[in-house]
Structure formats: structure tokens, C-alpha cells
């Protein structure tokens, strides 16, 4: 089946003062959603004329370089100081900061506002992490999700999975959108491993019967 992406692009204008770009350290990775991946360019001559230094990176599953999906946040590399994110909503500055361990100052187009995230903003998550991961490694019946969607579609990381822990039992369960309450028709899984989009592993957790890990944290 043919899948066809239909960009959403916002009709706003963004205005970057002069006070948040000097906020900035020397060197951030830019990134942004598509809505407003237009406005790129301007916003990447504008910080690196006041002397600043904007890293340009394409994640995988991405079109567009600084461009961000939530399966496309992962480990990037320590060429820079922080991060720099454009965009409504806090799952992705605070997946990136889970990921990297590295500040992320975040600017909103709509509501203007300017901000940094201080570690304390992702430290329930990552106890939360930190619980999942240790029963994980305590059960021997696990419970593997994988989605069939166009880019979120994991088998081989299952399969690294299973190769890696074979003392475990491991169950796949697949399906194209994931129903969190029939999970709960398992409940012989004490842990369930997630392929699929992170946001699963972030923001769904607690839609889950029991405790869920991003299978990059395992593999």
C-alpha cells in the first residue's frame, strides 16, 4: 500500500529577537517540526550573524536537514553544546535531552516564549526508565510491540533482541496502531519492549499494564 505524506506548514512568521540568540552557547543543533521547517534558513543566517555556530543534522526517517520526527530521535554526536528546538510541545526537547544528556533551549512560535530545560525537567522520566529497565531485566516474559507503520516498522530490532537476551521469552505483538487496553489480555507479560514510536515508551507509559523500555535502550 501506496503511503502518501502531506506537509502541514505554519502560516507563522518567526521572530527570533536578538536577546534569545544571545542566550545561546557559541555551537547548538538545530532543530524543528516540518511546520515550521521553511524558516530554517533565516533562522540559521540570523544566530550565525550575531557569531554563533548552528549544526545541521538529518535524522534518519527525516526529509529536511534540522528537521525532527519522534522516531527519529536518537544519540547524536558531541559536536556541539546544546540544542536548540523551535516548536510547540515539550515531548520533543524532552526526548532529546533523555537521549543526549545535553541542555536544550526551546523558543515557541506562537506563544513567543523562550526557555531552557534544566535536568530536573526530565528527572521523573528518567526514574521512570530506570524502574522499566530494571524489571525488564528481572522478568523472563516479555512482551515485544512492533507497529506495522510506514517508519515505525522495527522486526530486526526484535530480532537483536531476542539474540542478545536468550533466556528471556519473548512475545510479538504486532498490529498498525497499537490498543493500549488490549494489553491488558496478557497478563502473563510483566514487561513489554517498545519498536514502535517513542512516544510510546514517554508520554503512553502509563496507559500500559506494566512497565515499558525503548528497545534502543537494550540493544
Known amino acids: 500500500m501506496k503511503t502518501l505524506f502531506i506537509e502541514g506548514k505554519a502560516n507563522k512568521k518567526i521572530d527570533l529577537k536578538d536577546e534569545f540568540i544571545e542566550k545561546l552557547p557559541n555551537k547548538v543543533a538545530l532543530f524543528t517540526t516540518v511546520q515550521f521547517i521553511d524558516s530554517v534558513p533565516i533562522i540559521i543566517k540570523k544566530i550565525e550573524y550575531k557569531g ?10 527525516c526529509q529536511y536537514e534540522c528537521q525532527l520526527l519522534g522516531c527519529s530521535i536518537e544519540k547524536f554526536s558531541n559536536e556541539f553544546n546544546a540544542f536548540f528546538y523551535i516548536g510547540d510541545g515539550m515531548f520533543h ?10 541542555p536544550v533551549f526551546v523558543y515557541n512560535p506562537f506563544s513567543e516564549n523562550f526557555s531552557k530545560l534544566d535536568t530536573k525537567d526530565v ?4 526514574k521512570k526508565q530506570k524502574g522499566a ?10 512482551g515485544i510491540l512492533i507497529s506495522t507503520k510506514t ?13 542478545k537476551y536468550p533466556e528471556k521469552n519473548f512475545y510479538k505483538l504486532v498490529s498498525d496502531t497499537i490498543d493500549f487496553n488490549s494489553l491488558e489480555d496478557f497478563p502473563f507479560i510483566k514487561c513489554f519492549v517498545n519498536t514502535a514510536c517513542p512516544r510510546i515508551a514517554y508520554d503512553d507509559s502509563i496507559k500500559l499494564p506494566n512497565p515499558v523500555v525503548d528497545v534502543e535502550d537494550l540493544i
Open 52 to 61: 554563533k555556530k548552528v549544526i545541521k543534522i538529518k535524522p534518519k526517517h
Open 93 to 102: 526537547p524532552k526526548a532529546l535531552m533523555l537521549k543526549n544528556d545535553k
Open 123 to 126: 528527572d521523573v522520566m528518567r
Open 133 to 142: 529497565l530494571l524489571k525488564f531485566h528481572s522478568s523472563s516474559e516479555i
Open 151 to 163: 517508519g515505525q516498522y522495527n522486526p530486526r530490532d526484535a530480532e537483536k533482541l531476542e539474540k
